[in-house]
């Protein structure tokens, strides 16, 4: 089903993994199963940090833009605190209220955040470094990505609470109707990319370094993009399903403990897989500004040597981390700064505005591929 | 039996058994929002029924179209119009659900027959996994091309019928009942309510 990191020359953890335990006696197939598991932890685990050190930004970001100082005792520059609040939500109550209904009021939260863990499938940080290279790619975070607003319902409806509703109801309408721009900007890089893997995106990018990449050649598409993650993660200009002064806090209403927790996971989560998703398909991902190829040879070294392939593998990882924080931050920046709006401007904004740009985008993106395939990708 | 093998049969088995138990929920139990929920459990083991067919971008557009866009419209046209109202006895409500069951067991005898009888070829064409995308695109290109427009001018339709019923500020009657339209009810005045209730406090 799951085909696991394609063989191609340069890096490839698993064949060595695979290799050293068939060196130590153990047949194929178990071999096989101890490597199963170790990419999904890693990327878990990834997952989780990147949300420590996310949570962790936003408090001192917050701080930094408001004049404060932010979280200080919990560990050097307060980089403990996001722990400690993730201790107290587990140590809370987990409460389900009287009238509520229990069975829904459990799998909401777990249906917000199973499918947003389950696109870190695609996120590729190297070549060879992703879970699973599959041909659907891109598609498949964005089919994914619209499981969630009935996670988001059937947390509304089941709290029994009328700010709940209301919260869950904007969700769904938010996440539907941006969604169809986002799908449309994606489309116009599939297009020139001539694939949905993630992996052939940023290989696409590559050659020339910064000049290849994507953000150059749809400006648009990336604007369109970014402004529609950010509507997708409820990020603030477009935090309505849980705007604190209409709606209490929207679908998270009644949640307490670690079911509350799952919601915040899972926004940050997302938040920081779409700043992943936007450095690989507009940022080119794990490519370096300037080519590792010609910095290799200006160092006289080959770039299939083991040590370089360990230098430029690292480096790839570093480059994407960094361009998704690069985007985090500005995500934070603009929670702090702009005003957030309103339910009829944010439905305006998405089908009036953002939808026929998208449109004009794709064609124009068609066009030039027509006219110049060169530099579109023919 | 390799560990592949048995994996795929295990999943076989569990989205399977998913698929069946919730389409029951979704005909038989009484609260819809449930069967609302239990329909999208059913589109999504279908989509991981295609997912062990080797056929990932039918998967993937199945979760986005089914569960995504259907039953997400669905969820929300219930919660908007979730009254709770008790519905009048419908009279003989046993035998309508004998007769309705009667049909629906027929029809499935009728499909059992089908299965048995027909001669499947074994093992089937063979999967042509990550290609198909690309295979998709070029039938709906060429062979497929007619039928594909009919169902996008079919969308168009419908959608410009949406249209023209949620606006019925356009029109001066009612659509369905030929009663002319109160437009004052549409076109509501933009003064807050504060302040034309402190305008009829200052005027006694």
Redo the contacts between chains.
């Keep these: 089903?799951l085909t696991f990191a394609v063989v191609t020359p340069g890096l490839d953890l698993q064949s060595s993994f695979l290799e050293l335990l068939e060196g130590l006696g153990l047949s194929q197939?178990l071999a096989?199963?101890l490597w199963l598991p170790l990419p999904m932890l890693t990327v878990l685990v990834a997952a989780v940090v990147g949300v420590l050190v996310n949570v962790w930004l936003e408090r001192k970001i917050s701080a930094a833009v408001q004049q404060r100082i932010g979280p200080e005792y919990a560990g050097a520059l307060g980089v403990l605190q996001p722990m400690a609040d993730g201790l107290k939500l587990l140590f809370k109550e987990d409460i389900i209220p009287a009238k509520a209904d229990g069975l829904?009021f459990t799998l909401g939260p777990v249906l917000v955040l199973v499918p947003v863990i389950l696109s870190w499938l695609v996120v590729p940080f190297g070549q060879n470094l992703l879970i699973s290279n599959?041909?659907?790619g891109v598609?498949?975070w964005?089919?994914?990505s619209?499981?969630q607003?009935?996670g988001l319902?059937?947390s509304?409806?089941s709290s029994n609470n009328k700010y709940s509703?209301l919260g869950?109801?904007r969700a769904?309408?938010q996440s539907?109707s941006y969604?169809i721009p986002l799908a449309l900007s994606v489309l116009a890089i599939v297009m020139m990319s001539n694939s949905?893997s993630t992996v052939d995106i940023v290989n696409q990018q590559t050659g020339a370094g910064i000049l290849s990449w994507n953000i150059w050649r749809q400006p648009v598409g990336f604007l369109i993009f970014w402004i529609c993650a950010l509507a997708e993660c409820e990020r603030l200009p477009f935090d309505l399903p849980e705007a604190e002064e209409e709606l209490v806090a929207g679908y998270q209403t009644e949640y307490s403990g670690m079911k509350f927790a799952l919601f915040y996971l899972g926004s940050y989560i997302n938040l920081v897989l779409s700043a992943l998703l936007v450095s690989v398909l507009y940022l080119g991902g794990w490519s370096f500004p300037i080519p590792v190829e010609w910095l290799a040879h200006l160092i006289g070294q080959s770039v299939e040597a083991p040590l370089v392939q360990v230098i430029t593998g690292s480096l790839g990882i570093v480059m994407t981390v960094l361009k998704a924080y690069l985007l985090v931050f500005f995500a934070i920046l603009l929670r702090w700064t702009v005003p957030r709006v309103r339910i009829d401007q944010l439905l305006d904004l998405g089908w009036k505005f953002l939808l026929p740009v998208a449109l004009v985008n794709l064609l124009i993106t068609a066009a030039l591929k027509l006219a110049f395939p060169a530099a579109f990708g023919g | 039996m390799?560990?592949?093998s048995t994996?795929?049969l295990i999943?076989f088995l569990v989205l399977s058994t998913t698929l069946v138990l919730g389409s029951l929920g979704v005909v038989l139990l009484p609260n819809i929002?449930y069967s609302a929920?239990l329909l999208?459990g059913v589109f999504?083991s279908v989509a991981g029924l295609y997912?062990?067919l080797?056929a990932?971008?039918v998967a993937?557009?199945q979760?986005?179209v089914y569960?995504?866009?259907v039953?997400?419209?669905i969820?929300?046209a219930i919660?908007?119009v979730n009254k709770k109202e008790t519905l009048a006895a419908i009279p003989g409500l046993a035998l309508r659900r004998l007769l309705s069951a009667a049909v629906c067991l027929g029809l499935f005898g009728l499909l059992l027959r089908v299965a048995f009888t027909t001669n499947w070829a074994l093992p089937g064409p063979l999967p042509v996994?990550?290609?198909?995308?690309v295979r998709i695109g070029e039938h709906l290109f060429s062979d497929y091309l007619l039928p594909f427009e009919l169902a996008s001018v079919l969308l168009l339709m419908a959608m410009i019928g949406a249209i023209v019923l949620a606006r019925r500020d356009v029109f001066s009657s009612d659509v369905i009942t030929g009663e002319p339209v109160d437009q004052g009810l549409i076109e509501k005045a933009r003064t807050p309510l504060l302040l034309e209730q402190r305008a009829l406090e200052k005027t006694p």
């Design positions: 089903m197939g096989q199963l829904l599959v041909g659907v598609f498949l964005i089919a994914l619209s499981i607003p009935i319902l059937m509304g409806y509703l869950g109801l769904a309408a539907i969604e949905l | 390799t560990i592949a994996t795929e999943c929002v929920f999208g999504l997912l062990l080797n990932s971008f993937a557009a979760v986005l569960v995504g866009a039953n997400v419209l969820l929300f919660m908007l996994g990550e290609e198909a995308t």
